[in-house]
């Protein structure tokens, strides 16, 4: 059977007083190879030391390193561990059709297509004392074009986000002043009627020019100028307190940028926020831990913070994590290394960047108990999407999924090399701070009887080794 043989040289430069080991690594594969990525099992792999080249390297030259990626795992199948969790199953009311977004498999579909297309109205709407420009429009249809690109990415190409924008602003004949909203007049449960006042009045002023047909979503863009909404409205179609009344039929997924997002474009443009709301519109969970409000400790309050867009659209990392692509099976099963604890024999696996959309591994899934999970998946930073940081963001990140947790109840968790308990700065008008989870070269950690070290980087790729712990 054909072994997957890489070379790696590692430069190590020890830093001064007590910084990490940073390790540089070139991954060379070997002739005569196959992809890591080919599926088919063939056998575990091996780690190795020995000189690369003819002459032997300089004294103070580390000798070359040669890995054998284990090309063997378990059926995925075996890895979709199954929610049960209160709001899943406890505290269904009788007659209620849905659930709630899924925090583990199946996968829990709403009314709105998950892959293929979904057709998303962008509807300018302005008022007789506060006319919309141009220039804003122009903003709007650069905002809905990141939010395509997001999608295609997160998705693997298998939702196509396809955008409907009006030709017009289009105006309610009132003043905005009457429409204006505080945080607390744009909740989404209970009684919110200043919402449904601009809704009516949205579809009164733009109903006879725009076909609203076939649209599963709708977002209205406004002017940018003085306060309207000052977060912003958004309904879902399994959640909502307000609706659209149109000619063409009632439309309840709807999302409206207000002054929180358009004030703050480099941390959170519009863009950003379409991409989480949408996110619960289809399917996808919200990631922070919503059952105590009083909890000032991030790692608790919010687990994934920083790193995922769906925990926090305020973070430097505007990508969706690996275990979230792969519920609605944006990622493939091919995709994925599937392991179990109690089987578990220490292997290397090289793994592709997240963002990547090229159907290579993407993640290494470890079944820990029928509820319970641990993923490793590889990062890099995202030019065309990320928000920029003082922090490195090219590595690996290490979590937990746990199934017995509903949506909004902090069901993914990082862990951290370091100390998870410990705020790294990272500056953003929401926060100064996010938790210091990214793993490097030479960086390990131990949970539940399992090592997992981030042994190297390869470019776009990162090798990691998973063992059982001492």
């Known amino acids: 059977m054909p072994r997957h043989e890489y070379t790696l040289w590692l430069w190590l430069t020890e830093w001064m007083f007590g910084y990490r080991l940073a390790a540089f690594a070139t991954v060379l594969l070997l002739a005569g190879c196959v992809s890591v990525s080919d599926p088919s099992p063939s056998t575990n792999g091996s780690v190795s030391l020995g000189d690369a080249t003819d002459n032997a390297p300089a004294l103070d030259t580390p000798a070359p390193v040669t890995f054998d990626l284990a090309t063997e795992w378990l059926d995925p199948s075996v890895c979709k561990i199954e929610e049960y969790s209160e709001w899943r199953h406890e505290r269904v009311s009788p007659g209620q059709k849905y659930t709630g977004n899924a925090t583990a498999f199946p996968f829990n579909p709403t009314t709105l297509p998950f892959q293929g297309e979904l057709h998303v109205a962008m509807v300018f709407i302005d008022w007789e004392d506060l006319s919309g420009t141009h220039e804003e429009r122009d903003y709007y249809l650069e905002q809905a074009a990141l939010f395509e690109d997001f999608y295609a990415m997160a998705s693997e190409n298998t939702l196509d986000v396809v955008i409907h924008p009006s030709e017009e602003w289009f105006t309610i004949p009132e003043s905005y002043r009457g429409f204006v909203t505080e945080p607390e007049e744009e909740a989404q449960r209970g009684e919110a009627p200043k919402k449904q006042v601009f809704y009516d009045a949205a579809v009164a002023a733009s109903d006879d020019a725009y076909d609203y047909a076939d649209m599963d979503v709708v977002f209205f863009g406004i002017p940018t100028g003085p306060k309207v909404f000052a977060n912003g409205l958004h309904e879902f179609n399994f959640d909502y307190n307000g609706f659209l009344s149109t000619d063409e039929g009632d439309i309840f997924d709807i999302a409206v940028a207000g002054d929180w997002f358009l004030n703050h474009h480099e941390d959170e443009p519009p863009w950003v926020y379409y991409v989480h709301e949408v996110g619960h519109m289809i399917g996808i969970q919200h990631l922070a831990n919503e059952d105590d409000q009083t909890e000032d400790r991030m790692w608790i309050r919010n687990p994934m913070n920083g790193y995922d867009i769906m925990a926090d659209q305020g973070g430097a990392s505007r990508t ?33 960047h997240v963002n990547a959309i090229e159907g290579n591994l993407e993640a290494v899934v470890v079944k820990l108990s029928e509820r319970m999970a641990l993923v490793v998946e590889s990062r890099r930073f995202d030019p065309h999407l990320d928000r920029a940081s003082p922090n490195d963001k090219d590595g690996v990140l290490v979590y937990t999924v746990d199934g017995t947790k509903s949506a909004a109840q902090g069901s993914q968790e990082l862990l951290s090399p370091r100390d998870i308990t410990q705020m790294i700065p990272e500056p953003m008008w929401r926060d100064q701070r996010e938790l210091d989870a990214m793993f490097f070269p030479g960086d390990s950690v131990e949970y539940d009887g399992i090592r ?12 990691v080794t998973l063992s059982p712990a001492n």
């Open 320 to 352: 969706l994590s690996a275990w979230l692509r792969w519920l609605p099976g944006w990622l493939s099963d091919h995709q994925i290394v599937c392991l179990e604890k109690d089987s578990l024999v220490k292997g290397s696996y090289r793994i592709q």
């Open 452 to 463: 997992v070290e981030m042994t190297a980087s390869d470019g776009g790729f990162d090798i």
